[in-house]
């Protein structure tokens, strides 16, 4: 199988930065997109930015321009650089990949997520 393991999460002050990780292992032979999530409270997931294979990123918005995703394909790792965080940024952020492995002689893609690590930013 596949496993996400996240870490880099914690408590921040407003205006600080944080950088998160995630790390995938397993059965893998390659991965598509890889990308970050969050859910606050009360609130949906939603996403906050994604990463292709060959480097094409992808921002919410609200992170544009404070945020920075990169990976490593070597290291099927994908980061998550945060920075000017705000209040609003407080959430649980969950990584996710698209993975591609072999199945009973079959190649198959899946969604795979990571356990989540939790973000606040708080005076």
């Known amino acids: 199988q596949v496993q996400l393991v996240e870490s880099g999460g914690g408590l921040v002050q407003p205006g600080g930065s944080l950088r998160l990780s995630c790390a995938a292992s397993?059965?893998?032979?390659?991965?598509?997109?890889m990308g970050w999530y969050r859910q606050a409270p009360g609130n949906q997931r939603e996403l906050v930015a994604t990463?292709?294979?060959?480097?094409?990123?992808n921002y919410a918005d609200s992170v544009n321009g404070r945020f920075t995703i990169s990976r490593d394909n070597a290291k099927n790792t994908v980061y998550l650089q945060m920075n000017s965080l705000k209040s609003e940024d407080t959430a649980v952020y969950y990584c996710n990949a698209n993975v591609i492995r072999k199945n009973n002689g079959l190649w198959i893609s899946s969604n795979y997520w990571g356990q989540g690590t939790q973000v606040t930013v708080s005076s």
């Open positions: 990463i292709t294979s060959s480097g094409n990123t």
């Open positions: 397993g059965s893998i032979f390659s991965i598509n997109a």
